[in-house]
């Protein structure tokens, strides 16, 4: 059985000319470019121009279609000049293309050139908020990823591809802002990375190696016990459920998403961020177990709503209870305030937190510590009295 012409390869976004099958007498479909994503990130197929029974005739299509200047019908002309022309197959081609103005020109130019990080941004942009997006995110969350992509602005106009790690690590150390401006750049990073890969725009994610080396730990104010006892008081409350697991435990909130959560030997285990945060185990104090075990039951995991939902709950619930604003990084300073003031063994406090022992070999090489041993410092710590 003799194979089937192979005919010219069409330019990137240019369109295609699909094979139906040799027993349909137009067996030729011919389609614009694709430019609808479905929900699974795929490029949808757009509806033909047309059908024809001649690649050819096909290409000629495409050619006034990219002109502007294509009518339904057209291709029975083009049918028939195909028919009556005696020149060979490329000069075809190349009389078809001298059809084309200078402006649908350019513009095949620009869909073929290679993308740069803004491309890349501005096509993931559409298709997580666009008109056919999976589902309706919050303005809040449509304006941190429009402030991250702001804060990126030295990758803007970089070609995607050829971005390294130094490139994006570069563009993290560089920027001014706090560590909550860093997270949102890195997670705006990653997350194009990952819609790269699947529409082929790049052939490795150097974002899995991006750090984020400025520590957010400086500033903060902790709870005092006073809005401790605030807080226990409304604890049915989820935000404040969540608020009072975070202030004894210690874990930063966007760890919450992936920490590995224990009930039956009580432990938190996991982190972000540095080399000894990273999956380090964190007792679950006593008074806070019961609160562990009803979020477990009823979500199936400590933080089911995003992390930014939570964060614009958590100042009108602390205004509603006539509680000082705080943030929900002041969680991770209270626990360290109890730490201290329960005299918790300075060095477990550092464990739990994830801190670096620096220079210290000695305990940050060697200084292991079981659960029972960390559970008896965590334990210090007591309930503020009302």
């Not at 409304?234 to 009930?263: F, H």
Request: charged share 25%.
């Amino acid at each position: 059985m003799p194979k089937r012409k192979k005919y010219p390869r069409l330019p990137n976004a240019y369109g295609s000319i699909r094979f139906l099958g040799k027993n349909r007498t137009n067996c030729y479909a011919v389609h614009p470019p694709c430019t609808e994503i479905n929900d699974l990130g795929d490029y949808v197929r757009p509806k033909a121009i047309c059908y024809v029974d001649d690649w050819y005739v096909g290409f000629a299509v495409l050619n006034a279609w990219h002109a502007g200047t294509y009518k339904p019908g057209d291709e029975i002309t083009f049918k028939a000049y195909r028919a009556a022309s005696s020149e060979d197959l490329d000069a075809f081609c190349e009389r078809l293309l001298t059809d084309f103005s200078a402006h649908a020109h350019m513009e095949i130019v620009k869909k073929e050139r290679e993308p740069t990080f803004r491309d890349v941004y501005d096509q993931w942009y559409e298709w997580k908020y666009g008109e056919n997006a999976k589902k309706k995110l919050s303005k809040a969350s449509i304006d941190s990823t429009k402030a991250a992509f702001k804060n990126c602005a030295m990758l803007h106009d970089k070609v995607f591809h050829e971005l390294r790690l130094n490139d994006l690590q570069a563009c993290i150390d560089n920027c001014p802002y706090r560590s909550a401006s860093i997270e949102l750049m890195s997670s705006l990073i990653k997350q194009l990375y990952k819609y790269a890969l699947l529409h082929e725009l790049c052939e490795k994610d150097y974002s899995v190696g991006l750090l984020i080396p400025q520590s957010d730990d400086e500033h903060g104010v902790p709870f005092s016990d006073k809005e401790l006892c605030i807080l226990w008081a409304n604890k049915n409350d989820p935000i404040v459920e969540m608020l009072l697991i975070m202030c004894y435990s210690g874990y930063r909130i966007t760890a919450y998403k992936t920490i590995t959560t224990n009930t039956e030997d009580w432990y938190f285990q996991g982190g972000i961020k540095t080399a000894s945060g990273k999956d380090r185990i964190v007792p679950i104090h006593s008074s806070i177990q019961p609160l562990v075990k009803a979020r477990m039951e009823r979500d199936g995991c400590i933080l089911k709503m995003s992390k930014v939902y939570f964060r614009s709950k958590v100042y009108p619930t602390l205004s509603r209870l006539g509680v000082t604003k705080h943030t929900p990084h002041d969680c991770r300073h209270t626990f360290s305030r109890l730490c201290e003031k329960y005299g918790v063994n300075e060095n477990d406090r550092k464990r739990m937190l994830g801190h670096s022992f620096g220079n210290d070999i000695t305990n940050g090489i060697y200084g292991h510590r079981t659960l029972e041993e960390l559970r008896n410092e965590i334990e210090k710590i007591q309930l503020p009295k009302v």
